[in-house]
């Protein structure tokens, strides 16, 4: 883990309130080990803001760590005013990643909403024979084509676009085989349908929590989730509770219980 001053390389809006930002980071980059990592960033060296905002990271590629980010609060707005040639301050690489999307024997179902594209679509590059389902509010908000022939399925809750409804919706509508693994990142209520669907159907899922988290190193304890196992989790002394930022952010959908 790394404390690194990265150069904006670009800083884009690829969607309604959805950014794209990528950074020179090449200490970060080469610690990288898969899609579910995150980065914790500051965009100034003040005391204005003292507590980092975590990021999924999105790609990286060579020496470039990039993030897909919306629009949020204070200071995902600023990371928005950010220019090329600007500097962010990160710390990482942290967190835990999916697992066994590179099986033969599985089909992964990956499934993004709101702010937790990033992930998964870090992931669907990977992944070659994949199931995509990403969520919008509105038809804007997407940056993506729905190409249901290529199984890119996106959703909006207006019917602006792609499938009426939720990811819920398309996930409902496509054939899960025995040999599906669904991999999620999205709000809470989402994982929360996702989870419960998962049971009902008796599928493996992988959830990618973004809990608010201050530190993300464990020393706040900010980011408790309740465990459903009641196992000690190798970095979290808490028997009930685990920490998304150092035993998550992606957990087996049996293994957590939303609040
Ligand atoms: C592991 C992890 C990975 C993440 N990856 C991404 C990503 O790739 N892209 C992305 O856009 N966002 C991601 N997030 C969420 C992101 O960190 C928050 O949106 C961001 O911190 C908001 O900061 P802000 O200052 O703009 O908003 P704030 O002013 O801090 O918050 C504005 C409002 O947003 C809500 N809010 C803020 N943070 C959270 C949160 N973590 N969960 C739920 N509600 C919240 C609160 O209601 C708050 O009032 C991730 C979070 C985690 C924990």
């Known amino acids: ?28 980059a080469a610690d990288y080990v898969g899609p579910g990592q995150f980065i914790n960033l500051l965009t100034d060296d003040n005391w204005d803001h003292l507590v980092r905002r975590p990021m999924s990271i999105a790609f990286v590629k060579d020496d470039a760590v990039d993030i897909i980010y919306k629009i ?9 005013r ?17 697992s066994d999307w590179d099986r033969q024997d599985k089909e992964p179902v990956l499934i993004g909403g709101g702010v937790g594209l990033a992930p998964i679509l870090n992931l669907y590059e990977l992944c070659t ?8 509010r509105t ?37 899960l085989h025995e040999n599906s693994i669904i991999y999620a990142c ?4 989402m994982l929360l349908a996702v989870q419960k669907f998962a049971v009902e159907k008796n599928a493996r899922a992988q959830l990618s929590v973004e ?3 201050g530190c993300g190193v464990g020393l706040c304890q900010g980011c408790v989730i309740e465990r459903q196992n009641g196992q000690v989790m190798k970095h979290s002394y808490h028997e009930k509770y685990s920490l998304v930022c150092l035993d998550g952010p992606v957990y087996e959908c049996d293994e957590i219980i939303f609040g």
């Open 129 to 136: 024979d994949a199931v995509l389902i990403m969520g919008a």
């Open 82 to 98: 950010k220019n090329s040639g600007d500097t962010m301050n990160i710390l990482g690489h942290l967190g835990n990643v999916f």
């Open 139 to 175: 038809a804007a908000e997407h940056f993506m084509k729905h190409e249901p022939e290529n199984h890119i399925y996106l959703t909006t809750d207006d019917g602006s676009s792609g499938i009426d409804g939720n990811v819920l919706t398309a996930l409902n509508e496509i054939d």
């Open 211 to 213: 809990s608010y988290m």
């Open 186 to 189: 999205g709000p809470e209520l």
């Open 72 to 80: 949020f609060g204070e200071m995902t707005d600023q990371f928005s």
């Open 1 to 28: 883990m790394v404390i690194e001053l990265a150069e904006i390389l670009s800083n884009e809006q690829i969607a309604q309130g959805i950014w794209r930002m990528s950074m020179h980071a090449p200490k970060v």
